[in-house]
């Protein structure tokens, strides 16, 4: 993360299918877009905690905006020259929708990956 004037994708590095995304990205994407695994983030950086992290997708603008969920994916995708197929998922019929499809997925991965580090008792999760 040394590059302030390019967008950081941040994700899950020990995510198969998150992993398999990023290589594909990575193989699209033009020099403006930097992805950063969650996991490999030095400790005490100003961004939010991993488990914030880690729940959905974070896409920093080169202004130092946070986009999450659809909007960071659809985001790091414009950084490719295949990024107009994904607006679609912005267009006011059907953000809805896909916001609701990828929350679910979102959690429905989180709690796949990381619940067995989560106390119930405490209700809180230790860093991953």
Partial sequence: MKNHHRAQLFYDG????CVKEMVRLGALKNDDLELVDIHALPAGDTLPDAHTLLR?????????????????NVAAWQYTRHGHWLRWMRWPLFRPL???FY????????????????????GSCDAP
């Fill in 98 to 100: 896909a916001d609701r």
């Fill in 56 to 72: 959905t997708l974070h896409l920093k603008t080169p202004a130092g905006n946070m986009l999450t969920g659809v909007e960071a």
């Fill in 103 to 122: 929350d679910f997925w979102a959690r429905w991965r989180y709690n796949r990956l990381y619940r067995q580090s989560c106390s119930t008792d405490k």
């Fill in 14 to 17: 020990r995510c198969p299918l």
